[in-house]
């Protein structure tokens, strides 16, 4: 800046000062300002003097001469730590950059400039054109702007306004098929899959046999079944449901064979011919078949039933052999002969143990296609013997790690239900023994209630399942009827109920 030790009174210089800066801004200021009132920088001739107005009227007012010299953009001699002097880098408009810069045009080392002109004799660079300015200010309203537009962004992303397009699960898209019309007990349409059980009348029947399992009890679970509100739960759901009472074994001529199968393998026999029979008609009819055990052994008539319908129907059948124990064991590895134990190994097309549905054939099912859910008690040959086969076993190990929907997921991904059988074997000690006390062979570490419901609700989202077995229901060690009210509503999820509307 200039030099101001020379002048005697600082008012007087500053007041010329202003004077100066006056009429160069007056000279200098953009046509598109020049043209506002007095108090604007207009176009009037005593313009240039504007600011010496001011500085005299600080002074009359009584102010120093530092806010003269801040008020008309210079750096005065004098200052004082109530009043600093203005910084030179801090009002660009007026000083044009640091003084001996490097380069024309050059502001703090390098930054882009006003150009001064040379300094006149009061030490004021004179403002060549302060276009800079308002170039300044108008990047700054930009970064506002941007930054403003972010800050909505975030808020509208946050709130949920800006979403996009949600991804279905792979089991939705591939195997949930398209919504129709369905009809329901009082002719009212509702929204359910096209192939869904809720399309066909479900109908029930009783198998009250115990001869396959080790502890007695498991005769009189059709009966606790229906007690808990069985027929009231479909009543409520307004689908077609029959219930058909209780089945009665057929008679069987002994075989010299079979009863060397396992304990009571003669009396079996009987019950798996007519649970078989019985089974396959109601296919035929178009039917959903609900068996009620029993023990698991009577699952060797209905899953055979459905393997047999599903070929003649050339579909690809399915089993969902939901269990804590895989029952894959032979009369060779049974550790305690109970033919609740082996019934898988009939479906797999054991030659022995075919004599226990003699008159009758169908097809030994496809090991790939049998999922193990829920298992978490095998014995050592049994575990070997599933490995072997190439059975997919989804252990309570997996179902911790990954959880039950995934798990599903991978079963039921690609699956059609134009072309496919799923047959749904549900033995109730799946369940942990907290929730399902009424079984005769409880392992702890079972299903939660919401996980064996989840299975459930996903199964009837399918619209894969044709028949269904609820098994090993034992009122004898239930408590109060709460394993038989967890059927009731297992049932219930299955077949459509849901916790709100979907």
């Given at each position: ?340 134990g082996m019934s898988l190994q009939f479906l797999a097309g054991h030659q022995e ?150």
């Open positions: 800046m200039g030099d101001t030790d020379n002048v005697a009174d600082p008012a007087e210089h500053s007041i010329q000062l202003g004077k100066v800066f006056g009429d160069q801004l007056h000279h200098n200021i953009p046509p598109a300002i020049g043209g506002v009132d007095r108090k604007g920088f207009g176009n009037a001739p005593q313009r240039g003097n504007d600011l010496a107005d001011i500085a005299g009227a600080d002074l009359d007012a009584g102010q120093g001469p530092h806010h003269l010299s801040l008020a008309a953009g210079i750096e005065a001699e004098g200052e004082t730590e109530d009043h600093p002097v203005a910084d030179e880098a801090l009002n660009p408009v007026l000083h044009g950059g640091p003084r001996n810069a490097e380069a024309p045009g050059q502001l703090n080392g390098g930054l882009p400039g006003i150009i001064p002109e040379e300094s006149d004799q009061t030490g004021i660079d004179v403002i060549k054109d302060p276009v800079w300015h308002y170039d300044q200010s108008f990047w700054h309203y930009a970064a506002y702007a941007v930054l403003l537009s972010h800050f909505l962004f975030l808020m509208l992303a946050f709130f949920g306004l800006i979403t996009g397009p949600r991804k279905e699960p792979a089991m939705t898209r591939t195997a949930m098929t398209r919504l129709s019309s369905v009809p329901t007990a009082d002719g009212v349409h509702a929204a359910g899959p096209q192939h869904s059980v809720a399309m066909r009348t479900t109908t029930a029947f009783g198998v009250p046999c115990g001869a396959g399992a080790g502890v007695p009890g498991t005769e009189l679970g059709p009966a606790a079944a229906r007690l808990a509100g069985l027929p009231a739960a479909f009543e409520h759901l307004d689908l077609p449901f029959r219930d058909d009472g209780d089945l009665m074994p057929q008679a069987l001529a002994p075989h010299p064979r079979r009863e060397a199968l396992g304990h009571r393998a003669e009396t079996v026999a009987g019950w798996i011919r007519a649970v078989h029979d019985r089974s396959h008609e109601l296919l035929e009819q178009g039917a959903c078949p609900i068996m009620l055990g029993g023990d698991h052994a009577l699952s060797m008539g209905s899953v055979s039933a459905a393997a047999r319908h599903a070929r003649e129907q050339g579909r690809r059948f399915i089993l969902l052999w939901i269990d804590a124990h895989a029952d894959f064991n032979s009369p060779d590895t049974s550790p305690s002969g109970n033919l609740h143990l075919a004599h226990l549905l003699p008159g009758r054939t169908f097809p030994a099912l496809r090991m790939a296609d049998v999922h193990l859910i829920g298992a978490r008690s095998l014995d050592r040959r049994e575990r070997e013997a599933v490995a072997e086969a190439g059975i997919q076993c989804h252990d309570m190990r997996a179902i911790d790690e990954f959880g039950v929907c995934a798990l599903l997921r991978t079963i039921l991904d690609g699956l059609d239900p134009a072309d496919a059988h799923l047959h749904v074997s549900f033995d109730l000690d799946v369940v942990d023994p907290g929730l399902a006390p009424g079984v005769g062979t409880p392992v702890a570490g079972g299903l939660s209630y919401r996980e064996a419901h989840l299975l459930m609700e996903m199964l009837h989202e399918s619209g894969l399942v044709r028949s269904v077995d609820f098994v090993e229901l034992n009122p004898m060690l239930d408590h109060a009827g709460q394993t038989a009210r967890l059927l009731v509503d297992l049932a219930a999820s299955l077949f459509g109920k849901t916790i709100s509307l979907r």
